[in-house]
């Protein structure tokens, strides 16, 4: 087996300069990005990342264990730590925000009423009453499950890190933060992280409206001497041979994790990776608030033409949950599709994650290998 090594790989303690990203639709039953993943992913000398956004902190904890069983490698957890809360609340029950939600914005509430009539949609038992929805509260909780593991890579998928990055540094962790602009740069290098991961607006899940080739030179160039990761739209060697030509020390890979075997989005959102075309990848506020890139969907469309604003997190996403709960529940997979990127345009086959790490890998050999001739 070839092999590239960059200095990140030496930060990370890893073999190949290939990350897994972390995901999270804040689902159990659905993780985009499982240990079980993240592990396969580390022993073929990558790094696995497990998103843990919006999950409690019990599922966190559950997260690492179950990783430390299937790999004795370095790993990463990922959470959102978006600046703005929809709800100044310290805590706040997800049946509390509804009861929001009816009183203050009924026409959001219309919208998801009629959509779960027109499709038939069964009505879902949202017994969840106690269930605290994403506060900053919830945040510190989430985050000391990770302290408390030494997790040693910890990335910051949305906002600012700066309260984080002092703890886990004594924690001997390492820090990230996910950048889509070039003006992020700089909040996180103030937050004093570790590294960047630049993501260009191709990538799958919230994203910028930057694309993934004019942003990452510039933010390698903002954060220097920071390394900076690679990610958006990267799903083959010849793109990681240009992420480092481009300066990046290592890529960032989502979409192209998803159909890996050990994932557990369902079948049918694999199929529509494996079958779709970059252009079916769009973006939309509808599910949680904020932009993000999934695959197309008649409820996205009826969002787009509802002419309604998007509610600040976690309010949209609970607004949403009747519809996209609903159809899971009972097998419609077409109505809240798969996250993914416009890399699903250029995935072609399900595999096992090692199997998809030894391909970029080689990939990368081969497509780095031609260039040589080009210097003279
Ligand atoms: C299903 C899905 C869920 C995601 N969830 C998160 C998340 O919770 N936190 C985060 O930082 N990024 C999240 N992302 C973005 C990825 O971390 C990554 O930046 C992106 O997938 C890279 O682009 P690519 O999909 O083209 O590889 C998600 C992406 C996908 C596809």
């Given amino acids: 087996m070839s092999s590239i090594h960059t200095p990140l790989c030496d930060m990370f303690e890893i073999e190949h300069p290939i990350v897994m990203a972390g995901m ?51 790993f990463g957890i ?11 609340a310290k805590t706040e029950t997800k049946a509390e925000i509804r009861g929001r939600l009816e009183r203050d914005y ?16 069964p009505e879902i038992d949202l017994d969840d009453s106690e269930e605290e929805a994403m506060t900053q509260d919830l945040l510190k909780k989430e985050f000391e499950v990770v302290l408390d593991h030494k997790v040693p890579v910890f990335v910051a998928g949305l906002g600012d890190p700066s309260w984080v ?21 700089q909040r996180q290098k103030d937050a004093d992280v570790d590294f960047m991961v630049a993501q260009g607006t191709e990538g799958g899940g919230h994203t910028g409206n930057i694309a993934t080739f004019p942003l990452v ?8 001497p920071l390394p900076v990761l690679a990610a ?14 481009m300066g990046a020390q290592a890529v960032w890979i989502g979409s192209a994790f998803l159909v890996a075997e050990e994932n557990e989005i369902p079948r049918e959102h694999q199929e529509q990776i494996i079958k779709g075309s970059s252009p079916d990848f769009s973006l939309s506020k509808y599910r949680t ?11 996205k469309d009826a969002w787009a033409v509802s002419g309604l604003d998007p509610l600040p997190m976690p309010l949209q996403g609970i607004l949403m949950e009747p519809v996209y709960l609903a159809s899971r529940s009972i ?34 050999h081969e497509a780095l290998e031609k260039m040589k001739p080009l210097v003279n």
Wanted: charged letters at 20%; glycine letters at 14%.
């Fill in 106 to 121: 009924p026409k959001h509430v219309a919208f998801v009423k009629d959509l779960v009539k027109e499709y038939d949609l």
């Fill in 165 to 185: 990055v002092p703890l886990a540094r004594a924690q001997g962790m390492k820090v990230g933060g996910v950048v889509g602009a070039v003006r992020h740069a």
């Fill in 232 to 245: 958006g739209g990267i799903g083959n060697g010849r793109q990681i041979a240009a992420s480092f030509a």
């Fill in 289 to 299: 608030g904020k932009q993000s890139r999934s695959y197309k969907s008649p409820i």
């Fill in 217 to 224: 030179p510039q933010v390698v160039d903002a954060a220097a």
């Fill in 78 to 88: 990922d959470l959102l730590l978006p600046v703005t809360m929809g709800t100044g």
């Fill in 24 to 74: 999270s639709l804040g689902m159990d039953d659905a993780m985009p990005s499982p240990p079980k993943l993240a592990a396969a992913v580390t022993n073929a000398g990558g790094l696995g990342v497990m998103g843990c956004g919006s999950r409690k902190p019990d599922t966190i904890d559950w997260c690492i264990r179950e990783f430390k069983k299937l790999s004795s490698g370095p």
């Fill in 331 to 364: 097998g419609i997979m077409d109505l809240d599709t798969a996250t993914a990127g416009q890399a699903g345009g250029m995935i072609t086959e399900r595999k096992p994650a090692k199997d998809i790490v030894d391909r970029l890998v080689a990939e990368t």
